[in-house]
């Protein structure tokens, strides 16, 4: 039987899903060895194969498709590890990346530093070149001075080459020059032109993205190779795709020439699981999901609107403002840092806070029993008897509770309040800051909470993710059966996905129909192009579908609309798109305004190529034996100290129902269905909570 | 206290519960980022849409300032004031109405800055109010820029002034408000759509803060926002006893301009008093007002003193009218900081007086000791700030916008170097800086050169941030008309506590041959095709003496190209040796000892020299 294999090669784990033909999941886990990435792969993909008693030769060569996704590439960035690369900028313009486009989350703060450029001054060279907002050369290159920068940047001994010229999307003949004179001066060292990568005006965010891609280009052209030949060795011979902050996948070998795309893309595969889940629970594909991935240091929400993945152009590493932006259009992940980790303390004003601080993982919570003595999120779930202390992370660390109540017992004396009253209260917190980032998302987006199903996946997905649920006013909330691995499941889901822009200016007034059909016919042609290097075992039906990308007069913020079929093709069509691009302005921005012209500047495709999915198949489920669950304390603030039963969820068979206030413990993640809530296990063994 | 707080406290619960407390702050908070938002992604002039020169805010409806994220410092402190007027000129008010506010008489910044106020009822009751302020590109004036600085009065600065009126009922546009907008202002389709992204955020705050009051009842929201304002200024209290009692005087001064020789000299007389939490800034020892367009409006001279005391503290404290009821400003009626009456103008009462009040009352804390207060920031509304205009050359259609291009350096403060995109003391950091591509794709400018400059951070312990460098010109045959105020170009920012001066401003124009010719900073070019013109902003001041920074920060610095070797040298007395090829330099400890003794003996000596000559 085929099988279809998903990885996610995390900063700490390696998880591993294994699909069969008829929907049989299999999960395992390993440790991450970040200098042999293959190492710590191959150990979670032996854990699959023993659980599937087979021997991993046999696995991986019954395996048609294998889907990778790793956050090495964001994780280098975040931590500076990429290759030492030269920027090389537009002569009197050497400052982009310094100042980036200014602003700051914390403006009357004169503690911290400003953050240092993605490449630094030393290393960005200045080409003498110019050229025009039309278009026009106004000042040629200069290939002497050009040549002579190139060896300076030898002499530093640089490993990559972002190029980034102003205006190379309205004439990239310098930035190709640049590239040809790049491969004779610095031969063998990878580089990337800007106008290739992500060919957007707005300078500082082409070269921020640019730079981004040709600082990792070393380290994937040596990693993803590596897993190639990894994996051909131990008996692979399927097809072998990656994941894309697009929310699909894509030929590993475009992400080798293209690494900028894989810069958070395992995040972006939590939505394409949600959606997944959601559509099978609902039977419904036109469904507005709220996704919630909760790990131990992070919390990222996403969002489905009417079935479609939510896109955005601001993709920040590191703090909106300060951090470095990807520039590219990108799956809309917001990450807050809201882990179990995070500090609770009380101001000088008397009020109670969580965060920014955190514990970390070392010496983390003071139940970890490392050495930290302040009180954090994990102690406050732990002091109200939300986790079970011999349970946590599969049994694999006993958590103290002493400790936990000691920490928490001191914040209970400042503030005057009972030790459990003070650990909701730092549960209440800490939620608070998801419910606002979660807010953020979906007003933007004109997505009513009370009207969306929340899917919530991650480590810590079931402590909290109901009284968030409540506080939004969603009714329903789906924790998947793969909870624990929400990205790598998403992977099982992925379609290939490529989208290709093309510029043409227009405008409602005067609308060019031949321009518009000819450039979707260049659009349309290139993506033919695409669909046709696919390997033969890739070949599926091919979804190519048009936007176009528009404002008001004098904007310059667009909003993406969608086109009917593909193409514009007469007044009336044209009219119902204007109408929607109204309705579109109205419903984010709460204003419209009829009868003003509306700008139409880049136009985009989108084809989709359905990988043969597994389907989302029944749980596989051993009848159970009727047991008593065990029991244990519990605080409920309008129950106070309550008994509760303790289920195990490989005990709970499909339709089964609890009521709250009990938990559910499953390997990865713990639910606490609280008081008001009921669970019951769907048929595809999923859990539906839904508030009586 | 007024009727309406009596009330609400009266029937509050007993207390509020603390987590609910901090549950809705984040509420509001959000519900400002969403506004401000709105008013980013819809505006039409590149300075709301590309330099978000524009602020939201959540008012209570006894005016006190409620929230306000991250808006322009300048444009939210003093926001309760905006709404005292709408609330006496209109107290027939209802739901669906907007107003429009721009009267530096009755409250507001600048003529420039057009506010929307939209009260917000919850069962036929006024219980908030949401505001946008948005700088206008164009607003009427005279000539075709928002700040005016060479006018005697208001006439002669010659804007739009709307005292608080109404410009919406039912949700409709007042039509008739709308035509006198569209007849005065130069680029009336840009206005209007500046208008629209500005009543959008505020009717999006309006639907939003009708949502959570249905949700938690009004009884609950007035309790919380009683508590809220009360725990602020808890906080303030507490961050203001930390300090030591003393009495500072500052005073900083304005460049000349033509018509004022000596500039302008602002005083701050400053009482920090820890055992009554409180801080008070006088600012009445101020000369009246001028016939210029630099009077401060009281908006703005309330904000700044505001601005000043939270930049220097340390504590993260909440920007609301609870934290400033520990922060008195004094003004007088008639002077020009903050006192202006009829018929003087306020045009540029939101950047360059207001920005020597800023700078003399933040450098003012450090009289305080070693760790306390700022360097001044520098505040140049020069070539890189301009306002500019012109005509389109396929149409023959008017532009007019400001540009936020250039770079003033932030002041270096106890902790750390100055800031780079500082913009300026009055919105420091706060406001985001143009694209050169998204400028010349709206507009038919061609910028030549945008960099930062060596040398330009005031040196120090701590070092100022750097100034910029900007050169521009017309991309048409059509002409281009630029507007620029740039002050510290005589009297840059200053260090403190033994810190050096930030780089000056400059501002030349040069000429088809290459010839350069240096302009009065605060005045006006007219460009033909071919000419250039090229301005610096400032550079910010430093923290402490320049021999007591860390040699490594200072090889750093050399290394990235922000302090030259020379200066490392000279004025930093750090020795750098070559070594290896990268970075290529190290620095000389024992060289680096005996350059910093023989500075200090030297800097000995000539203070000795100048001591005796003064005996």
């Known amino acids: 039987m085929s099988a279809r294999i998903t990885c996610d090669i995390g900063g700490t784990f390696t998880d591993v899903v294994v699909s069969d033909s008829s929907g049989g999941l299999t999960v395992a886990k390993a440790l991450t060895q970040p200098s042999h990435l293959f190492g710590g792969l191959r150990a979670a993909l032996e854990r699959a194969a023993e659980q599937l008693r087979e021997p991993l030769a046999a696995l991986l060569g019954r395996t048609s498709l294998f889907i990778f996704s790793t956050t090495q590439a964001t994780n280098a960035i975040l931590e500076g590890t990429t290759a030492r690369t030269a920027f090389l900028c537009t002569e009197g313009f050497p400052d982009i990346l310094v100042r980036r486009e200014g602003g700051s989350l914390r403006p009357y703060d004169y503690t911290r530093a400003f953050g240092e450029p993605y490449v630094p001054r030393r290393l960005t060279f200045e080409i003498p070149e110019r050229v025009d907002a039309d278009g026009n050369i106004v000042s040629a290159l200069d290939e002497a001075g050009a040549r002579a920068r190139l060896s300076e940047a030898r002499a530093l001994r640089v490993q990559a080459v972002s190029v980034c010229l102003l205006w190379s999307t309205a004439n990239p003949a310098h930035e190709l020059a640049l590239g040809e004179l790049i491969e004779r001066e610095l031969p063998g060292v990878p580089y990337s032109l800007s106008h290739q990568i992500n060919p957007i005006v707005r300078e500082y965010r082409r070269a921020s993205g640019t730079s981004i891609d040709a600082s990792l280009k070393p380290l994937m052209q040596s990693h993803l190779p590596e897993i190639a030949s990894g994996l051909q060795a131990e008996g692979f011979a399927g097809e072998l795709l990656a994941a894309s902050s697009a929310g699909g996948v894509v030929p590993m070998s475009e992400l080798i020439e293209r690494p900028l795309w894989s810069v958070r893309s395992g995040p972006s595969l939590a939505p394409v699981a949600a959606r997944t889940v959601a559509a099978a629970e609902t039977g419904s594909h036109r469904v507005d999901v709220i996704v919630c991935d909760t790990g131990g240091t992070s919390f990222d929400v996403s969002l489905v609107r009417d079935g479609d993945l939510v896109f955005t152009n601001e993709t920040w590493l590191g703090e909106p403002f300060q951090g470095h932006i990807t520039g590219l259009a990108a799956v809309d992940v917001r990450s807050i840092g809201a882990g179990g980790g995070s500090i609770a303390w009380v101001d000088p004003g008397g009020l109670l806070r969580v965060g920014p601080e955190s514990a970390g993982a070392d010496p983390g919570p003071a139940c970890y029993g490392r050495g930290g003595t302040r009180p954090t999120v994990t102690d406050a779930a732990l002091v109200l008897g939300y986790v079970d202390p011999e349970r946590f992370l599969g049994g694999a660390m006993a958590l103290d509770t002493p400790a936990a109540e000691t920490a928490l017992g001191e914040l209970a004396g400042t503030l005057g309040v009972g030790l459990r009253e003070v650990a909701h209260a730092v549960l209440s917190i800490a939620n608070e800051r998801m419910i606002a980032a979660i807010h953020e998302l979906t007003v933007n987006e004109g997505v009513d909470p009370r009207d969306s199903t929340l899917v919530a996946g991650g480590g810590a997905a079931g402590l909290t993710i109901l009284p968030i649920a409540r506080e939004l006013g969603c009714r329903e909330v789906l924790i998947p059966r793969a909870a624990g691995v929400l990205s790598a499941f998403g992977g099982q889901h992925s379609d290939i996905v490529r989208e290709v822009t093309a510029p043409h200016v227009t405008s409602s007034q005067a609308f060019d129909f031949p321009g518009v059909r000819e450039t979707l016919d260049g659009l349309r042609a290139r993506m033919l192009a695409f669909e046709s290097e696919l390997p033969a075992g890739l070949a599926g039906e091919a979804q190519r579908r048009y936007f176009v990308e528009a404002r008001y007069a004098y904007q310059v913020w667009d909003l993406s609309i969608p086109l009917e079929g593909d193409g514009v093709e007469d007044e009336q069509a044209l009219e119902r798109l204007l109408e929607r691009f109204h309705d579109a302005h109205e419903r984010i921005f709460a204003v419209r305004e009829p009868g003003q012209r509306i700008e139409m500047s880049q136009w985009k495709g989108r084809v989709v190529i359905a990988t043969t999915t597994p389907p989302v198949a029944a749980r596989r489920h051993a009848a159970p034996e009727a047991r008593m669950p065990q029991r244990r304390t519990a605080y409920f603030p309008e129950l106070g100290e309550v008994d509760i039963p303790v289920h195990l969820g490989s005990e709970l068979a499909p339709g089964a129902g609890v009521e709250g206030p009990a938990l559910v413990i499953e390997p990865e993640t713990t639910i606490v269905v609280y008081p008001g809530w009921s669970a019951h296990v769907s048929a595809l063994g999923n859990y539906r909570l839904e508030l009586a | ?615």
């Open chain 2, 1 to 615: 206290m007024t009727p309406e707080q009596t009330d609400a406290q009266s029937k509050a619960p007993r207390q509020l519960d603390p987590t609910l407390t901090a549950v809705l702050a984040h509420r509001f908070e959000a519900i400002v980022r969403e506004m401000t938002n709105t008013l980013f992604r819809t505006g039409r002039s590149s300075i709301l849409n590309m330099a978000r020169d524009f602020s939201c805010a959540i008012v209570t409806a006894d005016d006190q300032l409620f929230a306000a994220a991250e808006g322009l410092q300048v444009h939210v402190l003093g926001a309760g004031l905006q709404t005292a007027s709408m609330r006496e000129l209109h107290p027939d008010m209802r739901e669906g109405d907007a107003y429009l506010h721009n009267d530096p008489m009755l409250g507001n910044t600048h003529t420039a800055d057009h506010t929307i106020l939209v009260p917000v009822f919850f069962a036929g009751e006024h219980i908030f109010t949401a505001t946008a302020k948005a700088h206008q590109a164009d607003c009427g004036n005279s000539e075709p820029s928002t700040y005016m600085a060479y006018v005697a009065d208001v006439y002669a600065e010659g804007g739009l002034i709307f005292p608080c009126v109404k410009v919406q009922q039912d949700n409709s546009d007042i039509e008739d408000i709308i035509r006198m907008c569209r007849r005065r202002i130069r680029v009336p389709e840009v206005w209007y759509g500046d208008y629209l992204a500005a009543l959008g955020a505020a009717r999006i705050g309006e639907r939003r803060l009708g949502e959570v009051i249905a949700r938690y009842g009004v009884e609950t929201i007035r309790a919380f926002v009683a508590e809220w304002l009360d725990y602020s200024e808890r906080c303030m209290e507490q961050a203001i006893r930390r300090l030591p009692a003393k009495r500072l005087h500052a005073r900083s001064r304005h460049d000349p301009i033509p018509g004022l020789p000596g500039g302008v000299e602002v005083n701050v007389t400053i009482d920090v008093e820890p055992e009554r939490g409180l801080v008070s800034f006088d600012l009445r020892e101020n000369p009246d007002c001028i016939p210029f367009g630099l009077n401060v409006s009281e908006y703005c001279a309330r904000g700044g003193c505001m601005i000043a005391l939270l930049n220097c503290l340390e504590e993260d404290i909440p920007r609301n009218a609870g934290s400033f009821r520990r922060i008195e400003v004094l003004l007088r009626e008639g002077s020009l900081a903050g006192g202006l009456v009829e018929p003087y103008s306020a045009s540029v009462s939101t950047t360059n007086v207001l920005n020597r009040i800023i700078n003399a009352a933040q450098s003012a804390f450090c009289q305080l000791g070693d760790g306390q207060g700022l360097a001044e920031g520098a505040g140049a509304l020069g070539v890189g700030f301009s306002v500019f205009s012109g005509a389109y050359p396929d149409s023959g259609e008017p532009y007019v916008s400001s540009m936020v291009i250039g770079n003033n350096g932030g002041p270096a403060s106890p902790h750390c170097d100055g800031w780079i995109t500082y913009a300026m003391p009055d919105c420091p950091k706060t406001i985001y800086i143009d694209s050169v591509e998204m400028l010349e794709r709206t507009y038919p400018l061609h910028f030549r050169s945008l960099r930062l400059l060596a040398d330009s951070g005031g040196a120090g312990r701590l070092r100022g941030g750097p100034a910029g460098e900007v050169v521009y010109g017309p991309r048409s045959q059509e002409p281009l008309r630029v507007f620029y105020l740039a002050d510290f170009a005589v009297n840059p920012p200053q260090g403190v506590r033994g810190g050096e001066p930030g780089a000056a401003a400059w501002a030349s124009v040069i000429d088809l041959d290459g010839s350069e010719r240096q302009v009065e900073p605060v005045g006006d070019s007219l460009l033909a095709p071919g000419q250039w013109i090229r301005g610096i902003e400032a550079g910010g001041g430093g923290y402490g003496d320049p021999l007591e920074r860390d040699p490594q920060a200072v090889l750093r610095d050399v290394i990235e190209r922000w302090v030259s070797a020379r200066a490392a040298h000279d004025v930093y007395g750090v020795v750098l040796a070559e070594e290896g090829p990268d970075p290529g330099l190290t620095v000389d400890p024992q060289g680096t000892r005996e350059r910093r003794e023989t500075l200090s003996r030297e800097r000995a000596a000539r203070r000795d020299a100048a001591d005796r000559t003064s005996r």
